[in-house]
């Protein structure tokens, strides 16, 4: 009986060590694209936090009646918010002087204007510094990303600079590929410019560990606080072109329907209650 001949496979060294130098080269170029990508955005955020705060205005001392009229109105909030742990005879008392006063006007700032329009917000020096404040985080922001758009765009276009170890759907692909229009690329290979946008939202915990939890790269933290420039307890909860009278008008309004509930009443029909059921 006939043995069975082995068949061998000559494989082309060549070819083999020219295939795993390509793949060299490509690792090496997509470390070249990462790296560098990865390090300039720590690098902007840190200056953008230090920008930030050479640009920060120092907040103006507030007159104590527009103090008052600020802290005036969140003690309304505070009582609706909390009313429940109060009792009936403490609430009713705290209420009736609230909406007493609320409706006569006397926590305003400027009794005299009551029932005028509200004050162009362009002309008032409050609304100004918070939309100069507003214009500054922006354009700490903007500008820098701008660049690196323009850098990424310039010298890293078409490129993929890694591929995740984790099997994706197909509707990440459009997420995960900006810039290279390939149909038949697997959808773990990720962009140059989407692993700028990965970065622009990712990288908050490492500011945070670098400059603090409360640091200015964060991009949401430092529009709330251009937004709203006082910061703090002193903040204004008025915001620009808004009336206060209307404001305490309606806080009168939310108090006069409120249903109070004592968070004690009935106690003891409920604690012997459930000492029954157990």
């Known amino acids: 009986m006939a043995e069975a001949t082995a068949q061998t496979l000559h494989r082309d060294q060549a070819l083999l060590h020219y295939n795993r130098r390509r793949r060299k080269e490509a690792d090496l170029i ?53 009313a429940s742990v109060l009792s009936p005879a403490s609430f009713q008392a705290r209420k009736d002087y609230l909406v007493s006063a609320y409706q006569s006007g006397a926590f305003l700032k400027d009794p005299d204007s009551r029932g005028q329009p509200a004050p162009n917000p362009m002309t008032d020096p409050a609304g100004m510094e918070a939309m100069m404040g507003m214009m500054k985080g922006n354009m700490a922001m903007i500008i820098p990303q701008t660049l690196i758009m323009s850098w990424i765009n310039a010298f890293f276009s078409g490129y993929v600079v890694l591929k995740l170890p984790f099997p994706l759907t197909i509707r990440f692909k459009s997420m995960l590929q900006s810039g290279v229009a390939t149909r038949d690329l697997d959808v773990r290979w990720v962009s140059s410019l989407s692993w700028y946008f990965l970065n622009l939202f990712g990288l908050q915990s490492v500011f945070a560990y670098i400059l603090g939890d409360d640091n200015a790269a964060n991009q949401m933290a430092q529009q709330m606080s251009y937004v709203n420039p006082g910061g703090g307890a002193t903040a204004n909860i008025f915001g620009p072109g808004q009336d206060p009278d209307k404001l305490f008008l309606s806080e009168a309004e939310n108090l006069e329907v409120l249903e109070h509930q004592w968070i004690l009443d009935g106690v003891e029909k409920r604690l012997l209650r459930r000492i029954s059921a157990s």
């Open 30 to 82: 997509s470390y070249w694209i990462l790296f560098p990508i990865t390090v300039v955005m720590i690098l902007t955020g840190i200056l953008r936090h230090y920008a930030t705060i050479l640009m920060q205005t120092k907040p103006k001392r507030q007159d104590i009646k527009a103090l008052r009229e600020q802290r005036s109105l969140l003690r309304g909030i505070n009582l609706r918010t909390n």
